[in-house]
């Protein structure tokens, strides 16, 4: 009863404040009274699902005009959902994204990044990555202490080892290797126990990242194993990387079938999920997002997997939000951060949770920020590494994207004309590179004297992490 009577009185200020205004302003105001209305009227759910597809890169979905049908359930799904053209992610590996997925911070903020491992004392294969710190909220700790059950099941036992603080607010946090179906029955358990009462439930799928899941599927060509997957992998990586070499297109082109195939894998898959989440009744009630941490280069811009660099192949990601009672298809060609998803998860909670600042900081229309740090010491220690030992930031204004380094490179890209960032445009349009500068500068880049908290790591961990290509030799 006072959220209806707050609103109306809004809307009604707003008309009055418009009439006064004159004609044009009206239509200004009556616009601003409609948001606020809508804010006012969003649907409350007690069901809210966070699905992070693991390293899927927007551009290779048949949902964003992929030439391959890779994800023809994903596709159905975002007919009665929200689709986001242009969704960034904050920085192009796990660790730092989901932080910012967690607690809508930047990863200079949160701290859960890469750091210059020159600062740091006798850093390890594994040593310069920091972890979330306990004192920044998260988006698990909010809904928990609001009375919903929450529970992490994901398959990156990486870098979302709890030992990496993303466990905070998780009550059931379940973390370890298995492809969709495994992670879908692990999911079921939980959900038979609470889909009835209020829950949030965070699901992170692998299927898409080293070695990718490339098991034999119809209408796709035969891919090998997914250890023949890997070896090409890092095959094409080490003459990129190690050796500065062009890797042979045909070798490049399996690669890309490989990860093609493994996108179909994954949407099967959520597939499942979807239909069984529609069996129970919870789908058409519930708030989910279909996200990604990051994408995945295959060789553009002479790069292969990730966390190397801020190009489109990592940053671009996908962004499906189906709302409760959603039953029509929404479309957003704005660019748009995901470290705004905690305020969108918050806008249907119910119990009107305590909203932490930092979760409104990314409204719709502002500016957008990726970041990238000095890379991990496997990267570093590459023969070619030192030309990663760097700060790479992107900034995103309308369909322009700035890419700074540190104070020397600059680039500028029109990423509607040209989305493989092939021209730099910087000196043709120098005042709009200017305007770019000016919203990186109201994101300071953090100081010598920030220090990392650093994991403590026993062997099995750090085994853990080579073998998903994060440290050492993984072979």
Same mark, same amino acid.
């Given at each position: ?32 009274? &409609? ?9 409350? #759910?007690?069901?809210?699902? =966070? ?36 969704? *960034? ?14 607690? %809508? ?20 294969? #594994? ?35 709890? &030992? ?21 029955? +692990? ?7 609470? *889909? ?22 119809? /209408?796709?060509? @035969? ?57 129970? %009744? ?11 941490? $990051? ?26 939000? $189906?709302?409760? %009672?959603? @039953? %029509? ?16 998860? =918050? ?28 890379? +991990? ?6 023969? +070619? ?7 790479? &930031? ?9 890419? =700074? #380094? ?15 960032? &092939? ?32 994991? +403590?790591?026993? @062997? ?7 073998? =998903?290509?994060?440290? /050492?030799?993984?072979?």
């Amino acid at each position: 009863m006072r959220r209806s009577t707050r609103g109306l009185t809004l809307l009604l200020a707003l008309i009055l404040a418009a009439c006064d205004a004159g004609e044009a302003e009206g239509e200004q105001g009556a616009a601003e009274a &409609r948001s606020a209305a809508s804010a006012e009227e969003r649907p409350r #759910t007690q069901a809210i699902l =966070l699905i992070v597809l693991d390293t899927l890169r927007a551009d290779h979905l048949s949902l964003h005009g992929y030439a391959r049908p890779t994800s023809p359930r994903l596709d159905d799904f975002a007919q009665r959902a929200t689709v986001y053209a242009q969704a *960034k992610a904050t920085s192009p590996w796990t660790l730092p994204s989901h932080a910012s997925l967690f607690t %809508g911070l930047y990863p200079f903020e949160h701290g859960a990044r890469t750091f210059d491992p020159a600062a740091l004392e006798d850093p390890d294969e #594994t040593g310069n990555v920091g972890c979330l710190g306990a004192e920044h909220l998260t988006l698990a700790e909010v809904l928990r202490d609001a009375g919903y059950a929450t529970a992490a099941i994901g398959a990156n036992e990486g870098f979302l080892d709890a &030992r990496f603080g993303l466990d905070q607010g998780f009550e059931h946090y379940d973390i370890r290797r298995g492809r969709g179906p495994e992670l879908n029955q +692990r999911a079921f358990l939980w959900l038979v126990a609470h *889909k009835d009462e209020p829950f949030f439930l965070f699901l992170n799928y692998m299927d898409t990242h080293r070695p990718y899941n490339c098991v034999e599927r119809e /209408g796709f060509p @035969d891919c090998g194993t997914p250890k023949q997957a890997t070896a090409l992998l890092r095959e094409l990586s080490s003459m990129a990387l190690d050796q500065g070499l062009e890797p042979p297109p045909e070798k490049v082109a399996r690669l890309v079938q490989q990860y093609d195939t493994s996108i179909a894998n994954l949407d099967a898959a959520l597939g499942e999920l979807f239909d069984q989440l529609d069996a129970w %009744g919870v789908l058409e009630r519930a708030l989910v997002i279909v996200t990604s941490d $990051h994408g995945e280069y295959l060789g553009e811009h002479g790069l292969f997997e990730h966390s190397k660099d801020v190009y489109e192949e990592v940053q671009h990601v996908p962004l499906i939000v $189906h709302h409760p %009672g959603q @039953d %029509g298809r929404r479309d957003v060609d704005e660019a748009i951060s995901i470290a705004r998803i905690p305020a969108l998860v =918050l806008d249907h909670a119910q119990g009107n949770p305590e909203r932490p600042a930092s979760f409104d900081r990314h409204p719709q229309g502002a500016a957008v920020l990726a970041e990238n740090y000095f890379s +991990r010491m496997h990267d570093l220690n590459k023969p +070619r590494g030192d030309a990663l030992r760097r700060i790479r &930031r992107a900034v995103y204004a309308g369909s322009d994207k700035l890419v =700074l #380094t540190g104070d020397s490179a600059v680039e500028l890209y029109e990423l509607e004309q040209d989305p493989g960032e &092939r021209t730099n445009r910087l000196d043709a349009s120098a005042q709009r590179a200017a305007e770019l500068r000016t919203h990186a500068s109201a994101w300071p880049l953090p100081g010598p004297e920030v220090r990392p908290v650093l994991p +403590r790591l026993d @062997d099995e961990a750090r085994e853990t992490l080579r073998a =998903l290509g994060y440290a /050492g030799d993984d072979e």
